[in-house]
């Protein structure tokens, strides 16, 4: 029995559709910069905003109309949530779904009975993909929520609580590869600290460190050949989470020999929350090789919290597609709505009406992104910009092949440096524009 029978397949109707369950710009089939829309976006569904979000906030309970859940948290229950969220997947045409392990089955009374309600959902999903086509993007483990995860998992104070999360993680590793998943990933919802003055801040590092080498060896163990993945977020819940940003991750990484095997997976509020542009950090990440996957959501300006909000601003659009092209794309990664519906918004068909919008975005943005792409127009002005570095003084620069008593020497007799030009940030943003205006 269909949950949304009165809302169709949404198929692409074109920019002057007025149907709000078409969409304007996402043509799966549509080719740009020689690969199809479809492949560009890898698109995913989150389970965990979409089918376990409530509406709930500090201030009351949740508001969020949901027939087909019948609010327990029962395995039967969340098999028929599983059912349901594949009818939403197929009708949106998402060719992937990501999921926290405790979003899509109940934790028991105890880590074997956990496990058991787990495999019982998991065998739902696994038939549902074979019957939809519908694949997994990543898993993850959900080691936030539950009390016992306080003071952290990887990085907690509490032994027992850190060998609780290793064997979550492990189950979790085996349902994902066991369905397909293309990555694995790691948020530190609580690794950080809420103050240093009772922190061992080195230890709880080499902790996290040596968690994170304990699933590469066991992905090795069970054939897992997925992409790891670590998400960065500064701040909440904890006051500073170690995964800050794609800095600090990559910094992390190389500290302890793992940038071999995780890359990052990035989102918009977070970078937000960082105090960061997110195409700062997609560029941030893809020039050192470590760009694999991307939340896609967007923050409120006038508000100071992790909002997860649709995107539907071009520009924040067009500047990430820009970057994603000039990197290569998101390889094994995608774009993975990582975002809720408002708590206003509590029919079912807000669900359709978010996800399609936020679809188009990314649509108009990719096209924007490559026609500024196909006409060079920001890149030929870096590329003056930086003339000086391509010969001359600046090529012996970056080659390595003067020091700093060469450099005394050359100024000494050239007596002053060549006038500077202007950045033009201004002409630049109108650039920008005049291709939003045209696409």
């Known amino acids: 029995?269909?949950?949304?029978?009165?809302?169709?397949?949404?198929?692409?109707?074109?920019?002057?559709?007025?149907?709000?369950?078409?969409?304007?710009?996402?043509?799966?089939?549509?080719?740009?910069?020689?690969?199809?829309?479809?492949?560009?976006?890898?698109?995913?569904?989150?389970?965990?905003?979409?089918?376990?979000?409530t509406g709930a906030d500090p201030f009351g309970p949740g508001t969020a109309v949901r027939p087909w859940d019948d609010g327990s948290e029962s395995v039967q229950n969340a098999q028929n949530r599983a059912r349901v969220a594949f009818e939403l997947f197929e009708k949106l045409q998402a060719p992937y779904y990501a999921f926290h392990d405790r979003d899509v089955a109940p934790e028991g009374s105890s880590l074997a009975e956990t496990n058991a309600n787990f495999d019982a959902v998991a065998d739902v999903l696994a038939e549902e993909q074979k019957r939809s086509g519908v694949k997994l993007l990543w898993g993850t483990a959900n080691m936030f929520s539950n009390p016992r995860f306080m003071h952290g998992a990887a990085t907690t104070c509490n032994a027992d609580v850190f060998a609780y999360a290793a064997a979550q993680v492990k189950k979790a590793m085996e349902v994902t590869h066991r369905l397909g998943g293309e990555n694995y990933?790691?948020?530190?919802?609580?690794?950080?600290?809420?103050?240093?003055?009772?922190?061992?801040?080195?230890?709880?590092?080499?902790h996290l460190a040596q968690f994170f080498h304990m699933a590469v060896d066991y992905a090795k163990q069970i054939g897992f050949t997925g992409q790891f993945l670590i998400e960065p977020k500064p701040k909440e819940p904890t006051k500073h989470q170690y995964d800050s940003d794609a800095a600090a991750c990559l910094n992390f990484l190389r500290a302890y020999d793992l940038t071999d095997h995780f890359k990052l997976n990035l989102e918009t509020n977070h970078a937000t929350l960082a105090g960061h542009t997110m195409m700062h950090e997609i560029d941030y990440a893809g020039h050192q090789g470590a760009l694999g996957s991307i939340d896609a959501n967007t923050g409120d300006m006038l508000l100071g919290w992790d909002t997860d909000q649709f995107g539907t601003d071009y520009y924040l659009t067009t500047q990430m597609m820009y970057y994603i092209l000039k990197h290569g794309g998101l390889g094994s990664g995608g774009v993975n709505f990582d975002a809720k519906v408002r708590r206003e918004s509590f029919e079912p068909?807000?669900?359709?009406?978010?996800?399609?919008?936020?679809?188009?975005?990314?649509?108009?943005?990719?096209?924007?992104?490559?026609?500024?792409?196909?006409?060079?127009?920001?890149?030929?002005?870096?590329?003056?910009?930086y003339s000086s570095w391509d010969s001359g003084i600046g090529a012996k620069i970056e080659s390595g092949s003067v020091g700093f008593a060469d450099l005394e020497a050359y100024m000494l007799e050239k007596g002053e440096a060549e006038a500077n030009i202007s950045g033009r940030q201004e002409l630049l943003e109108n650039v920008v524009n005049k291709y939003i205006d045209r696409v």
């Open 185 to 206: 990933v790691f948020w530190g919802g609580r690794e950080g600290y809420q103050n240093l003055y009772n922190t061992d801040m080195k230890r709880e590092l080499d």
């Open 1 to 53: 029995m269909s949950a949304f029978p009165d809302i169709p397949t949404v198929q692409y109707e074109g920019p002057e559709s007025d149907n709000p369950l078409a969409f304007r710009w996402y043509n799966p089939d549509e080719m740009v910069e020689g690969k199809s829309m479809k492949d560009h976006f890898r698109f995913s569904i989150v389970y965990w905003h979409t089918f376990r979000g």
């Open 349 to 385: 068909i807000d669900l359709f009406y978010a996800h399609i919008g936020s679809m188009d975005a990314y649509a108009k943005g990719l096209k924007i992104a490559a026609a500024i792409r196909a006409d060079n127009a920001l890149e030929s002005f870096i590329e003056k910009r």
